[in-house]
């Protein structure tokens, strides 16, 4: 999933730029993802991986970083496994 992120993140946001970022690169309050970037990243993991991210789970805390975003999408994949069963 880190993979995909970055991928993404270095292809479509920063345009195949060669900036790229590592996994615990801080990639909002550096200004790499701004704001249309995160929208950009909101569909993609939509689109991608399934998971709807709720408007109030768009913080600093959970898009800190891509290692941040990751942890946060697999605790909300379980929790939405758990609570359809």
């Given at each position: ?5 970055i991928?993404f993140?270095?292809?479509?946001i920063?345009?195949g730029?060669g900036?790229?970022v ?5 990639i909002?309050?550096?200004?790499t ?15 991608s991986?399934?998971?709807?991210v ?5 913080t ?5 970083s891509v ?10 994949a ?6 359809a069963?």
């Amino acid at each position: 999933m880190e993979e995909q992120m970055i991928r993404f993140i270095d292809d479509e946001i920063l345009g195949g730029s060669g900036h790229g970022v590592s996994v615990d690169d801080e990639i909002v309050l550096d200004g790499t993802v701004d704001s249309l970037g995160v929208t950009r990243l909101l569909d993609f993991i939509e689109e991608s991986l399934g998971v709807a991210v709720p408007a109030e789970d768009v913080t600093i805390e959970n898009f800190q970083s891509v290692g941040s975003l990751c942890a946060y999408l697999r605790g909300r994949a379980e929790h939405l496994e758990e609570a359809a069963s």
